[in-house]
């Protein structure tokens, strides 16, 4: 028999369950950071991301939060930009939902930001006549077919 010579399992890799969701503080953006809604996921620790300034960039997901902090399309994010390459960007921080509710109540983000709070937050505004999108046919119409 081999001897075990790793530190454990796939339980010591997970991990503990780090209680993020506890308060915390409100962290604001300063110098070379900008705020930004993921657009998509790519993998390999990387998404694409809609800044506020209006600049798409490619975001690189930074080791001490891959893995951790899961990251999904429509969060908002603090990205930090590059001096020398401005199509691309690190990520820097995920706001919770509640925490991007006070940042837009705050006026740092703007009001046009759509903030994702569940997987069916959005539709909700759009489904205005959600029971017409059936045609009606008269029996004369049907006959001629």
């Not at 081999?2 to 503990?16: A, D, I, L, S, V």
């Not at 940042?103 to 740092?108: C, H, I, P």
């Not at 997987?119 to 046919?137: Q, R």
């Amino acid at each position: 028999m081999p001897k075990n010579k790793g530190k454990g399992g796939k339980n010591r890799k997970r991990g503990k369950n780090e209680a993020d969701d506890e308060k915390r503080e409100l962290v604001f953006k300063e110098d070379g950071q900008e705020y930004a809604q993921v657009l998509r996921m790519l993998g390999n620790g990387r998404c694409e991301a809609m800044c506020i300034d209006g600049t798409k960039r490619l975001c690189h997901i930074r080791g001490k939060m891959h893995k951790k902090v899961w990251i999904a399309a429509g969060d908002i994010i603090l990205v930090g930009l590059r001096d020398y390459q401005d199509d691309k960007a690190d990520v820097i921080l995920k706001y919770m939902p509640d925490e991007a509710r006070l940042l837009k109540a705050y006026g740092e983000l703007p009001d046009s930001t759509r903030l994702n709070e569940g997987i069916g937050g959005g539709l909700d505004e759009e489904d205005d006549g959600a029971g017409n999108d059936y045609i009606e046919f008269e029996d004369e119409d049907i006959d001629k077919i």
